[in-house]
């Protein structure tokens, strides 16, 4: 009777541990929830979850989880997976503060992860997002008109973009991996004050940073590999201040760095390696381009044109 008893309590255990998804709520334990479709958040609290993989079927195409005026919320995915059916965003934050979205293991199958609007002292941290639809045109993270954004940590792969960021303020984007983006891995229009360090950028068709009209800009010790251009400036912009330091650049199909129009261009301890072009610029009124290696270029190391004052010294 007893090995009867096991046997039964074994299979039900053996059921519940081999379950693919949760598609419904489960049984809530000490502290935790389950991710459900319905589920609202409120302001001052940390969300746990149930460890598990949950599939979100959504039919519109709005967001899954829209969290407005709210401050002081902590979405913590520990353990936790979410495939979507690519209808949907999944977070829309508007009017918030002090937001983190942190931990998941994965989250696929969904048209824009999180979009800030309107938001202060916001963090992204240390999280997979995925996109396996090369038809949709929305970035995994989307910022505008926001300030204190930290996006650290995390693995972005196969979006229109990684990151998007629009007329916002103090962007620290630091320690992420960037793979396959159909279009840019970063793109930064109209910001202030932006801080891109310690990235992989990597297989790419299009630009893994695109900046316009945006200053100053710091991109520090990334590396950019396989891409069609590894740095590009544009906007007709004559204000503007780009330093680029000790950043490696290798097999960049066309070239390294691109600019159009900047006021102030410092390229630092920087090597490029298997490029069409090392450094192109048109249109610069100071630039200075020091200590930086250049390897095997298909084309010239460095095209300038139209520039007004150029500090060139020990390059190679």
């Known amino acids: 009777m007893k090995f009867i008893c096991l046997f039964i309590v074994s299979m039900f255990l053996f059921s519940c541990f081999n379950e693919a998804y949760y598609k419904r709520d489960d049984v809530i334990s000490s502290g935790y929830t389950a991710f459900v479709k319905d589920q609202s958040f409120q302001s001052d609290k940390v969300y746990k979850y149930l460890p ?30 979410i495939v979507g059916n690519n209808k949907s965003s999944l977070f829309y934050v508007k009017n918030c503060k002090n937001i983190t979205i942190k931990n998941f293991l994965k989250i696929e199958g969904f048209q824009s992860i999180v979009s800030f609007d309107s938001c202060s002292n916001v963090k992204v941290l240390n999280n997979a997002f995925v996109s396996r639809d090369s038809s949709l045109m929305s970035p995994a993270i989307d910022i505008n008109i926001s300030n204190k954004v930290e996006i650290i940590n995390n693995n972005i792969f196969g979006f229109e973009e990684g990151v998007l960021s629009k007329r916002s303020q103090d962007i620290n984007i630091n320690a992420n991996g960037f793979n396959e983006q159909n279009l840019c891995d970063i793109k930064i229009d109209r910001c202030k004050d932006v801080d891109i360090f310690n990235n992989l950028f990597d297989n790419l068709e299009g630009s893994s940073i695109d900046i316009s009209k945006s200053t100053p800009v710091n991109i520090n010790y990334n590396i950019f590999s396989n891409s069609y251009y590894g740095v590009t400036y544009s906007g007709n912009d004559t204000e503007s201040k780009v330093r680029l330091g000790y ?11 691109q600019v159009d129009s900047l006021k102030d261009l410092t390229i630092i301890g920087s090597n490029f390696t298997d490029c069409g072009n090392g450094i192109v610029i048109n249109y610069l009124t100071k630039l200075n381009l020091s200590n930086n290696s250049f390897d095997n270029c298909k084309g010239n190391f460095l095209s300038l044109d139209n520039f007004e004052n150029a500090d060139i010294v020990d390059n190679s």
């Open 247 to 257: 950043n490696t650049f290798r097999n960049i199909a066309k070239h390294g760095v």
């Open 52 to 81: 598990g993989r949950y599939f979100l079927e959504i039919e519109d195409k709005g967001a899954v989880y829209n969290l407005e005026g709210l401050e002081n919320i902590e979405i913590d995915g520990s353990d936790i997976s």
